[in-house]
């Protein structure tokens, strides 16, 4: 491996000109399919193999065009103080409001409030229910766009009106919080690098990539049915690890000239060493993002697979793109340790400074000194902030846990107050009597079985199909719709529905919006122990190969999952216990999102990962070059601390930025990853990580004789280019004499 890199890493820089132009190519070549292709029609959601997606299937089959899965949108008016929405002005006002908003090309149906009886009984509060033809997800803007304006025409009238519902649902913004992250991206790696040209290498082979998987992902949507959050996911990865992996290498190519070697030579030697960690470092981010593949929700693996495909796209990138640049730069970027000019380089102190210990040497030195302390220490920090990850409660976001400045909010506070906290997460019942002798003696049997039910407030009577074999019944909850208590009648009309179809032979099965989410939420919540051990179970493999070794891959297994369970707590903490939540910006509470575990496991997993295979492959490498285990470790911190640390910084500015965001789940999904790569990078890695290595000492890199004999030999330390180099300095000495 690390031979066949190093010659493709001198080829690179040697036909530089040719490797520009072949990315050049394939960036404009993506670009102009981009921009050609069709525009990307509404996207599918399908949730298979739950009992909610079923209901909906069903009724798509037995009610054709009652648009079971359509988005809904719950225009709520308010009459003001002292007045009631009877009145006639206020009629008029509604009826008007109603008219428009039914011109709308995928509207399916509104319901006016006075013929549909949605009026409160202090007869203050109002509401018009509009149906959809597509799901919130597929609707066009044109169509939200018509519903906040009819919306507004009703305030100007005199009203109050808020609009809630998944209608108004759509993809947040994060064009600025990307570039918040570049920008403190391209800080960090002046810092790091002291050169401009050397800082701006990682940045623009990174955006090279992020454009060229984008722009394949936008040409390929409306083909593949691709969404617009599978590009935003595949922009966040892309630009983190592209950055990162192009910092590795650039940083090894300096480390390599610092130690005399000609540019070409050293472009190779760091292509050949840190482009092998590079490589495995970019399969564990792929298998990872593939593995989510396992949850069987087709939109969450297309994010995955267009994610991986992006990963991928930033290894080659980096492999092949960047020795070009370092040979178009020449001797602009300069050894390890030297700064440019305009940075400050060439002063009379630098020389002293470089011949002292740099921060990861004395940490490095620390650490094996006092492996235990810093090893309990590390454990006892983590596990502590893993405790309130005992009480995670998983389900989805909803109008409920919007800030209180939004529309969707405010319309379900309202219609909280005029109509109880249940309106607001209706359950639909669907009764299939087609196998059933007397199918409507079995929906008024499911009828009066619910209303016996506690926590129901509303039961409506059996809506039968044409047929006559198919009717649908309308449940209203006494408690609000993310509550256990209403996760608790879900299942309790799911058994009472078994009993049903014993008896009768029709089957009974609960849908809606709330039904749905809790179907997602225990569909993922199945998922996530056979996806730990597929991704965990992989990479173990991968890393064994890697680092010949059994305990390494191990320690390093254990400790991700320390990180993460770690971050769940911290998760736990700000958004349901609502710690920290002010400075967080989080104005509700309530439970976590139920994809955030598999996420957080998938995303941060794979960049561990990254930083456990740049920091102890180095470790290896002079362990394996004749260095005891203790000095090894001191070796690998002097030359990847430094490197580790900056491109940890980097991308917790990334994920941090999206903290910012209005959206609850973006806003969690954002503080999830952030802290999660802070205790990875600097707690597991940096400080257990060195304490666990430094107590094992040779038996660390333990390996059976038979599994060493299996294993292939990926050579990732570079051991062959050491060999390589020696016989080339025997033939240079044979020369001269």
């Not at 493709?8 to 000109?17: E, P, S, T, V």
């Not at 050169?195 to 394949?216: D, E, H, Q």
């Not at 730069?329 to 440019?340: D, F, L, Y």
């Not at 094996?368 to 976001?397: C, D, F, K, N, Y």
Request: charge should be negative; hydrophobic fraction near 50%.
């Amino acid at each position: 491996m690390a031979t066949f890199l190093y010659k493709l890493g001198r080829l690179a820089f040697r036909r530089r000109h040719f490797v520009a132009l072949i990315w050049v190519a394939l960036l404009t070549l993506a670009g102009v399919g981009a921009a050609s292709a069709p525009t990307a029609g509404t996207t599918s959601f399908s949730i298979p193999g739950t009992e909610a997606q079923k209901a909906f299937d069903l009724l798509e089959e037995r009610f054709p065009g009652m648009s079971a899965d359509g988005a809904t949108a719950r225009v709520v008016f308010k009459a003001p103080p002292g007045e009631k929405m009877t009145a006639a002005g206020h009629k008029a006002t509604v009826k008007e409001t109603v008219r428009e908003l039914s011109d709308g090309s995928e509207v399916a149906a509104v319901a006016d409030p006075y013929v549909a009886k949605s009026v409160s009984r202090d007869g203050t509060i109002a509401y018009a229910q509009v149906t959809y033809k597509v799901s919130g997800m597929e609707l066009a803007d044109s169509s939200r766009e018509a519903l906040e304006e009819a919306a507004q025409d009703a305030r100007d009238a005199g009203l109050t009106v808020e609009v809630g519902g998944d209608a108004l649902q759509t993809t947040p913004e994060t064009g600025s919080t990307e570039i918040i992250g570049i920008a403190i991206a391209a800080v960090v790696l002046v810092i790091t690098f002291g050169s401009l040209l050397a800082a701006g290498l990682p940045l623009l082979t990174a955006i090279i990539g992020v454009g060229i998987g984008v722009a394949t992902i936008t040409a390929l949507a409306s083909t593949l049915d691709l969404g617009s959050t599978t590009s935003t996911l595949a922009t966040m990865i892309g630009l983190a690890v592209g950055i990162d992996y192009a910092l590795f290498i650039v940083s090894r190519y300096r480390a390599e000239l610092a130690e005399g070697r000609e540019r070409e030579e050293a472009a190779g030697r760091a292509v050949g060493t840190a482009g092998s960690a590079v490589v495995f470092a970019g399969l564990t981010v792929v298998i990872a993002l593939v593995g989510l593949a396992v949850v069987n929700i087709p939109m969450l693996t297309k994010m995955g697979v267009a994610a991986a495909g992006t990963v991928a796209i930033a290894v080659l990138i980096a492999l092949t793109m960047i020795p070009a640049l370092l040979g178009f730069a020449g001797r602009k970027v300069r050894p390890a340790g030297e700064k440019s000019k305009l940075l400050g380089g060439g002063r009379a102190s630098a020389a002293g400074k470089q011949n002292r210990p740099n921060m990861g040497t004395r940490w490095a030195s620390f650490v094996v000194r006092r492996p235990v302390a810093v090893l309990l220490l590390g454990v006892l920090g983590l596990g502590a902030a893993a405790v309130p990850a005992t009480s995670l409660e998983l389900g989805l976001p909803d109008d409920g846990s919007q800030p209180t400045s939004t529309t969707q909010r405010r319309a379900y506070d309202l219609l909280s107050d005029g109509f109880g906290p249940g309106f607001n997460g209706p359950l639909m019942v669907v009764v299939d009597g087609k196998s059933s002798d007397d199918a409507e003696g079995a929906f008024d049997e499911v009828a009066d079985e619910i209303r016996g039910l506690e926590n129901v407030v509303t039961v409506t009577p059996p809506a039968p199909n044409k047929a006559g074999d198919t009717a649908t019944i309308t449940v209203i909850p006494d408690s609000k719709p993310s509550s256990v208590t209403t996760e608790e009648l879900v299942h309790s009309l799911r058994d009472a529905g078994t009993a049903i179809q014993a008896d009768t032979g029709a089957e009974v099965l609960v849908t809606g919006a709330t039904a749905m989410n809790i179907d997602v939420s225990q569909k993922l919540n199945d998922a996530l122990v056979p996806y730990l051990i597929l991704v965990v179970g992989l990479a173990f493999l991968l890393l064994i190969v890697v680092f010949r070794s059994i305990l390494v891959p191990l320690k390093a297994a254990l400790g991700f999952l320390l990180s993460v369970m770690a971050a769940l707590g911290a998760v736990v903490a700000v958004f349901q216990w609502g710690w920290f939540a002010g400075l967080m910006g989080v104005e509700e509470t309530g439970p976590v999102m139920s994809m955030m575990p598999i996420f957080m496991v998938g995303v941060v997993f794979g960049l561990a990962m990254d930083y456990e295979v740049f920091l102890v492959t180095r470790m290896r490498e002079a362990y394996v070059h004749g260095e005891k285990p203790g000095q090894a470790i001191v070796t690998g911190f002097r030359h990847g601390a430094r490197v580790v640390t900056a491109a940890a910084v980097i991308m917790m500015a990334v994920f941090a930025g999206f903290i910012g965001s209005s959206e609850a789940m973006v806003k969690m999904i954002g503080f999830g990853l952030a802290i999660a790569v802070f205790f990875d990078a600097f707690v597991v890695r940096m400080a257990i990580v060195p304490a666990v290595l430094a107590l094992l000492g040779k038996k660390a890199w333990w390996l059976p004789r038979w599994l060493d004999r299996a294993l292939p030999n990926v050579d990732v330390e570079g051991e062959g280019l050491r060999t390589r180099t020696d016989r080339d300095d025997e033939d240079r000495q044979l020369i001269h004499a």
